[in-house]
Structure formats: C-alpha cells, structure tokens
C-alpha cells in the first residue's frame, strides 16, 4: 500500500473540508489515491461536492484582452503577491496577452517558441527569461486561450485587479451596448459562481453516471433503511440541485431582483428587448493559481506532529 504523507493529507483536507483524521483513513482505504478518497469521503457524507477547481496558492495576475471579435486571455505566474502588483510585471502581462491576441499557437510549447512581437529576434520564452532576470523572481507564462466569434460577440471580465479573468463568446444577430452589457453581467457570474459548462448538454454521460454511483452510496450511509425508491426520490433531488450549480444557464442570476430568476431567464429577456436570440456559446475561465500550490513552511511537518506520522 502506498505510504500516505502529511502532504497528501493536507491536501485532501482543502480540497474536501473534511477532518484530518477522516482524511487519513480515506487515504488509507483509497491506497493513497487522491480521486478515490474524495469519493469515499463523500459518500460518507463528510465532503461536499468536489468543484475539482484546486487550491488557490500561486501568485500572478490574469489579463483578458478584446479586439473587434477577436480575444484572448493569459495567466502569468508570480512568486509573490509583491511582484503581481509591479507596474512593470503588470505591462508585461498586458503584453503576453496581445502576444496570445495574435497568436495561432495550439498550445503553451508552441507558444513559447514564437518569436516575441515586441523583438522578434528573441522568443516568448527569451523573452520571458529576460524578464526573470530584470524582475528577481521566477515568472511562469502557465496558459493562454484565444477566441473568435464569427455570429455575434465576444467580452470579457477582469475581476479583483487581475485575480481571475472571464472571456465570454455568445452568438446574437444584433451586437448592440445593450448587448454587451448582458454578456459582460454574464461574466461576471462565471466570475463569481465558477460554472462548469454552459449548460447540461455538454455534460457527459459518464460524469453524470459517476455522480449517481457516488451519491447513491451517500444517501444508503445516511439512510441504511430506506427503500430503492426513496433512495432514488434522494439521488434526483441532489443530483439535480449540483446540476444547477454546475451549469451556468441554470444558475440563479447573481443580479436578479427576486433571487430567483435564472441565467436563462435573463438572456431571454435580453432577447425580446433586443429583437434577436441572444446565446451563450462558451466561456473561459482563470484563476490566479487555480491547481497550483505555493510553498508553505513546516505545514506538513505540523500535521505530522498532530497525527504521530
């Protein structure tokens, strides 16, 4: 069996909210499988819903840039929360995202190895390097995504000074303020309620397979009596309130007066009064960090102390 470190404890511990020495025994039972103890732990009803969206560690910013219909969205990595809020570092940025504006590159390798608009006799990652040393601190360009929309408009949303950053593509015959207003309100709920998709169509089969495998199990450990019925009655109920949370149009619209209106709700209505169906195709979403942890001195050993590892 695998050893289960302070470490790997930790970071169950975040990722579920459950107690230390729950998370050790679910490590044990899982042979140090990290997915599978999220299972465990939640079919016993000690973790909520694993969002899978990882800790928020690392320092940085987010920059999200739009050009007619074109946009693109990057995230720069920072050893410290110092470095993100330098006016230099924050130029920088800004530049990487013009870079990503403009680039046909699939992936960050390629991206990398372009030759860097500002010199182009140096690369991205030159140039990058160059920054590193001006800078004092290890940067990192993690990722970037480029859209373009050919049957509408594309916004984006830049939240808590470079924090996260939303780009939004929505198809609409008629691109008009009023328009742009409703997609920019919709990236601001990606922004504050973290969907996953857009709506329940892209959401495979398996996933939600897996969904009821795990909450069957939950609701037999917190109802060891209750019949197939009422245990299906339970599944329904809570596969279909995480849908909600999951999918953007089905989110209760973070602006709406009566707190019950939904996304969907609200981009029909920006449909009637515009005159044309207005529809959200995809969105992006990045946060600083999101995944990645930072360095955190004698944490581990702590734990170890605590549970006589």
Same mark, same amino acid.
């Given at each position: 069996?695998?050893?289960?470190?302070?470490?790997?404890?930790?970071?169950?511990?975040? /990722?579920?909210?459950?107690?230390?020495?729950?998370?050790?025994?679910?490590?044990? =039972?899982?042979?140090?499988?990290?997915?599978?103890?999220?299972?465990?732990?939640?079919?016993?009803?000690?973790?909520?819903?694993?969002?899978?969206?990882?800790?928020?560690?690392?320092?940085?910013?987010?920059?999200?840039? *739009?050009?007619?219909?074109?946009?693109?969205? $990057?995230?720069?990595? /920072?050893?410290?929360?110092?470095?993100?809020?330098?006016?230099?570092?924050?130029?920088?940025?800004?530049?990487?995202?013009?870079?990503?504006l403009n680039s046909e590159s699939a992936?960050?390798?390629?991206?990398?190895?372009?030759?860097?608009?500002?010199?182009? /006799?140096?690369?991205?990652?030159?140039?990058? /390097?160059?920054?590193?040393?001006?800078?004092?601190?290890?940067?990192?360009?993690?990722?970037?995504?480029? $859209? *373009?929309?050919?049957?509408?408009? $594309?916004?984006?949303?830049?939240?808590?000074?470079?924090?996260?950053?939303?780009?939004?593509?929505?198809?609409?015959?008629?691109?008009?303020?009023?328009?742009?207003?409703?997609?920019?309100?919709?990236?601001?709920?990606?922004?504050?309620?973290?969907?996953?998709?857009?709506?329940?169509?892209?959401?495979?089969?398996?996933?939600?397979?897996?969904?009821?495998?795990?909450?069957?199990? =939950?609701?037999?450990?917190?109802?060891?009596?209750?019949?197939?019925?009422?245990?299906?009655?339970?599944?329904?109920?809570?596969?279909?309130?995480?849908?909600?949370?999951?999918?953007?149009?089905?989110?209760?619209?973070?602006?709406?007066?009566?707190?019950?209106?939904?996304?969907?709700?609200?981009?029909?209505? $920006?449909?009637?009064?515009?005159?044309?169906?207005?529809?959200?195709?995809?969105? *992006?979403?990045?946060?600083?960090?999101?995944?990645?942890?930072?360095?955190?001195?004698?944490?581990?050993?702590?734990?170890?102390?605590?549970?006589?590892?």
């Open positions: 069996m695998a050893a289960i470190s302070a470490a790997m404890v930790k970071e169950l511990r975040e /990722s579920t909210g459950a107690g230390m020495m729950d998370c050790k025994k679910a490590l044990a =039972a899982a042979e140090g499988d990290m997915e599978k103890a999220v299972e465990i732990l939640r079919e016993k009803g000690l973790a909520a819903a694993a969002k899978k969206a990882g800790r928020i560690a690392a320092e940085g910013l987010v920059n999200a840039i *739009v050009e007619g219909n074109t946009a693109a969205i $990057v995230e720069v990595n /920072s050893e410290t929360d110092f470095v993100a809020k330098n006016a230099d570092f924050q130029a920088y940025v800004a530049d990487v995202a013009k870079q990503a992936d960050i390798e390629a991206f990398l190895a372009e030759p860097w608009a500002g010199e182009p /006799s140096l690369t991205v990652a030159q140039e990058l /390097s160059e920054k590193i040393a001006v800078i004092g601190e290890n940067l990192s360009i993690r990722r970037f995504e480029k $859209v *373009v929309n050919n049957d509408g408009c $594309v916004v984006s949303y830049v939240h808590g000074g470079g924090r996260i950053g939303v780009l939004v593509d929505a198809s609409c015959e008629v691109v008009n303020d009023e328009v742009k207003e409703a997609l920019k309100n919709i990236a601001m709920q990606v922004a504050a309620l973290r969907p996953q998709y857009v709506c329940r169509d892209e959401i495979s089969a398996d996933f939600i397979a897996k969904e009821k495998e795990i909450l069957v199990a =939950a609701a037999k450990n917190e109802k060891p009596d209750a019949n197939d019925k009422i245990i299906e009655g339970m599944v329904a109920g809570r596969l279909n309130k995480e849908l909600k949370e999951f999918c953007l149009v089905d989110q209760v619209y973070v602006k709406a007066e009566d707190g019950k209106q939904t996304v969907a709700k609200y981009l029909d209505e $920006v449909s009637k009064a515009v005159g044309a169906k207005l529809t959200v195709k995809r969105f *992006v979403r990045f946060e600083t960090g999101e995944g990645l942890e930072k360095k955190q001195e004698n944490f581990a050993e702590e734990v170890a102390k605590q549970m006589g590892m």
